[in-house]
């Protein structure tokens, strides 16, 4: 090779090299290019309104604890405390887990969330069964950033499992609460709550999943699990998707990948994905039309589900997604947009109601965003 070609193949090396360093820097820019800050005020903001609003206050002087609002935001809100240079959880958190806290170690006195007195049948059974997973889930997930499970998530999980269901077509699931709504209180959200418990399991530290004495309940969850999965929406084998990853063996490796790609299959042109499009059919109560649009709740999900399940943040799907995310925050509000599947924003009971999809959207973006950045 002559002295000018091996001046051009240099020069062409050094310029690969400075493009690839450039696209590098770029991405790690991007990956930082939300408001974190805002976020997370965002989040307090709405789990403060939560914790007081009358309408969510419970017996014993505690509050419901909610799938759009208070379980995105305990999974969440720890994952902001690094970037935002935070030495120990916010208030909100605190009361949070402390509100969680008592109504486990009040597990036989405390009323459940809703009763068949005030919202018909099987509405106690249901309200003690969903609450029983999202307390395990709670607790074990605050327990997982200091490595020990404490004797409160213990008690959690014991009154998880004895809520399990051991016989019927059920088995293996949780009886979950039904008030007609989905994602999270529809007929088939049962499957959702059993995906939750999973990840409860898996989040949980010191190796809880190997218990010798929790084995035959998760054999039973494994069963139900596997039994129903091709029966769901795409949005919840989403959350299995999730479960599997925090519970090794919980799916095989095809199941794993058949739910990657019909994921990856459904995602939008613009890099995020429409909760509508992933619920199958499902009508408004108020028989307004659905958003098609992409929306933050689908789009935070399900990137957070494929991290997961192992899928790079350097995948050109995954980039898009990002993009999607990071393109789509109100810096104003800190907040992502998403939309219920049941109403309309005109037909909630209030503007603070509307904003129940946008909370769960938030956390889910957040815990997205914040993965990435952690790798």
Not at 9 to 17: F, G, K, Q
Not at 71 to 84: D, G, T
Not at 136 to 143: F, G, K, Q, V, W
């Given at each position: 090779?002559?002295?000018?070609?091996?001046?051009?193949?240099?020069?062409?090396?050094?310029?690969?090299?400075?493009?690839?360093?450039?696209?590098?820097?770029?991405?790690?820019?991007?990956?930082?290019?939300?408001?974190?800050?805002?976020?997370?005020?965002?989040?307090?903001?709405?789990?403060?309104?939560?914790?007081?609003?009358?309408?969510?206050?419970?017996?014993?002087?505690?509050?419901?604890?909610?799938?759009?609002?208070?379980?995105?935001?305990?999974?969440?809100?720890?994952?902001?405390?690094?970037?935002?240079?935070?030495?120990?959880?916010?208030?909100?958190?605190?009361?949070?887990?402390?509100?969680?806290?008592?109504?486990?170690r009040l597990w036989k006195e405390v009323a459940p969330f809703y009763t068949d007195a005030d919202r018909g049948a099987y509405k106690s059974v249901?309200?003690?069964?969903?609450?029983?997973?999202?307390?395990?889930?709670?607790?074990?997930?605050?327990?997982?950033?200091?490595?020990?499970l404490s004797h409160d998530a213990v008690i959690a999980f014991e009154n998880m499992w004895a809520e399990q269901q051991t016989t019927g077509e059920k088995k293996g699931a949780w009886l979950w609460l039904r008030f007609a709504n989905e994602p999270w209180e529809a007929d088939d959200s049962d499957f959702y709550g059993a995906t939750l418990a999973a990840i409860a399991v898996g989040t949980a530290p010191g190796d809880y999943r190997r218990t010798p004495e929790i084995q035959n309940n998760l054999k039973l969850l494994r069963e139900y699990l596997n039994e129903h999965s091709a029966a769901q929406t795409a949005i919840n084998r989403a959350v299995l998707l999730w479960a599997s990853a925090k519970v090794p063996g919980l799916l095989d490796a095809e199941k794993q990948k058949a739910i990657i790609t019909e994921l990856l299959g459904k995602q939008r042109p613009d890099g995020g994905w429409g909760l509508s499009a992933l619920s199958g059919e499902w009508k408004r109560h108020d028989d307004t039309p659905q958003e098609l649009r992409s929306d933050g709740y689908a789009t935070g999900l399900i990137t957070f589900a494929l991290q997961q399940a192992g899928i790079s943040r350097d995948n050109a799907q995954e980039r898009a997604a990002f993009g999607w995310l990071i393109g789509n925050q109100n810096k104003t509000e800190g907040n992502w947009p998403s939309w219920s599947l049941n109403k309309n924003k005109e037909h909630h009971l209030s503007p603070e109601t509307a904003l129940f999809m946008n909370d769960a959207a938030t956390a889910y973006a957040v815990l997205a965003l914040t993965e990435a950045n952690r790798h």
């Open positions: 090779m002559n002295s000018a070609l091996k001046r051009i193949t240099a020069l062409i090396a050094c310029l690969v090299m400075g493009a690839l360093a450039a696209s590098r820097h770029t991405e790690s820019s991007a990956a930082n290019s939300w408001d974190q800050k805002a976020a997370a005020a965002y989040l307090d903001q709405r789990a403060n309104w939560w914790m007081e609003w009358p309408k969510s206050a419970r017996d014993h002087e505690t509050f419901c604890v909610s799938c759009h609002t208070a379980v995105p935001y305990a999974l969440s809100r720890p994952a902001l405390r690094k970037p935002l240079a935070e030495a120990s959880p916010s208030a909100n958190e605190r009361r949070l887990l402390d509100n969680v806290t008592k109504r486990v249901e309200s003690r069964g969903t609450e029983s997973v999202l307390n395990a889930l709670i607790l074990a997930s605050n327990d997982a950033q200091s490595g020990y």
